[in-house]
């Protein structure tokens, strides 16, 4: 099955500055990458999503890419806000068409 | 649209008893819907895949016999704990898809277990 993995684990970055979290997968099957931002007992909430026929995807302050050859996939946010401060989870398609979710990664953005 | 809600949003019980969970797609059917658990500071990790008229799909690992989920309808699944324990404390999160790629999650339910 899918195996993502997501680094790093813990950023921190002044407000203003940008913030990237990096995720490999396994399976070079995988065809749809989304992003999901939660906040503290909160439920998952969709930022961002690529799919495998596209490179990059830009939405006003969040970007991410995806290189499939090396099979890794980027989130890209720009000037940082404190609202941004969250657990960022990527997640890919496993084989049977279900989510396989990263380890998480907690933004702080300092004011 | 697209709203999925979850009820209840938190209980708590005493070890040994059951305990169910709903899961309701509000305005959309549901082609199929998941149960996943999320302990604190941790990912979310999938327990099983409901489809309406048929069995549930469970993960390794994961006791059919303790979680049982029944998807009645296409707007309704549900999820029972049964005779909890402090360990199955917890945070259960459904997710609704209605044909696309996208999943639409619940607001969560937080399980405390005494």
């Known amino acids: 099955g899918e195996n993502v993995e997501q680094h790093p684990s813990t950023l921190s970055v002044q407000e203003g500055d940008s913030a990237v979290i990096k995720c490999t997968y396994s399976d070079s099957a995988s065809n749809y990458f989304p992003w999901y931002k939660q906040e503290l007992g909160k439920r998952p909430q969709l930022i961002i999503d690529?799919?495998?026929?596209?490179g990059e995807k830009k939405d006003q302050r969040i970007a991410v890419t995806l290189n499939k050859t090396a099979k890794h996939f980027s989130l890209h946010i720009t000037e940082t806000q404190p609202e941004d401060s969250a657990v960022y989870f990527c997640a890919g398609f496993r084989t049977d068409y279900k989510l396989s979710f990263g380890a998480g990664t907690t933004v702080t953005v300092r004011a | 649209g697209a709203v999925v809600s979850q009820h209840p949003s938190w209980v708590i019980c005493k070890s040994g008893t059951s305990v169910k969970i709903e899961c309701r797609s509000l305005d959309f059917q549901a082609t199929t819907m998941f149960w996943y658990r999320q302990f604190p500071k941790q990912s979310l990790m999938l327990m099983a895949t409901s489809n309406e008229g048929s069995k549930a799909t469970y993960e390794q690992g994961v006791e059919k016999d303790k979680f049982l989920i029944n998807h009645a309808s296409l707007t309704l699944s549900t999820l029972t704990v049964t005779s909890a324990h402090p360990e199955d404390s917890s945070f259960y999160i459904c997710s609704a898809r209605r044909g696309g790629d996208e999943q639409y999650f619940g607001p969560g339910t937080r399980l405390t277990v005494t």
């Open positions: 690529i799919r495998s026929n596209v």
